[in-house]
């Protein structure tokens, strides 16, 4: 298994505020997803970043997968409580079918 | 439409028993998982099955068993429940061609007394 560390482990800030959360791993991913969960239901995919140095932006939200497809970011622009959930990264193993490694998740609170 | 369903949402059983949970996706998708996630919301796999072939994750227990019975379905049967069986339990689908864009159903809270 390649482990994904994702930073920070929880977050509680102010609607309005700017965040970044990060997940990180000494391992190649030939890709890489973020997801939302919110409690009571499944994670939804928010994106999927391939190429190293890739940005891709969803609304006030931006990924970034580093040059290394080892690391990846999400930075969310004017937080709002909608915002709030569960953000889990996950890494595509080279050569392994179909086969995930998902981070422990950052518990994210945006509070009005 | 639901893409992913599962029932039942919530399970309650003694030690011992045999349960089932059941996957159902509309998305046309060939690939189906089972994942488990932890009090910690870990989310591991435990099974993916494609084709009629199915990939195990070594660490499962032969206790838990995946069934498909099409290309829509996979349940997850479980054989003499554990206490550390207790967690949530998230059937998932991809197409062949996004395999790691996978689609997630609501979950199944799992509680073993």
């Known amino acids: 298994t390649q482990l994904l560390e994702q930073s920070p482990q929880f977050l509680s800030i102010q609607e309005g505020e700017n965040l970044t959360v990060y997940c990180n791993s000494s391992?190649?991913?030939?890709?890489l997803q973020w997801y939302r969960q919110e409690p009571g239901e499944g994670p939804v995919l928010l994106v999927t970043v391939v190429t190293g140095g890739e940005v891709k932006k969803l609304k006030r939200l931006t990924f970034q997968f580093g040059d290394a497809r080892k690391d990846s970011s999400l930075h969310i622009t004017a937080a709002q409580p909608g915002d709030t959930g569960l953000y889990l990264c996950?890494?595509?193993?080279?050569?392994?079918?179909?086969?995930?490694?998902f981070g422990k998740g950052t518990s994210l609170l945006v509070t009005p | 439409d639901t893409a992913v369903s599962q029932t039942p949402k919530y399970l309650v059983t003694q030690m011992g028993n045999d349960k089932s949970i059941k996957c159902e996706q509309n998305?046309?998708?060939?690939?189906m998982y089972w994942y488990k996630q932890d009090s910690k919301k870990f989310l591991k796999i435990m099974f993916s099955?494609?084709?009629?072939?199915?990939?195990i994750n070594e660490t499962v227990p032969n206790r838990f068993s995946p069934k498909s019975p099409d290309k829509a379905h996979l349940n997850l049967h479980i054989n003499s429940l554990e206490l550390g069986d207790s967690a949530v339990y998230f059937c998932?689908?991809?197409?062949?061609?996004?395999?790691?864009?996978?689609?997630f159903g609501p979950g199944t809270r799992l509680t073993v007394t």
């Open positions: 996950a890494g595509a193993v080279p050569n392994s079918g179909y086969e995930l490694n």
């Open positions: 998305l046309g998708h060939d690939t």
């Open positions: 099955y494609n084709n009629k072939e199915l990939i």
């Open positions: 391992s190649v991913f030939s890709s």
């Open positions: 998932a689908s991809s197409s062949w061609d996004r395999p790691y864009e996978q689609y």
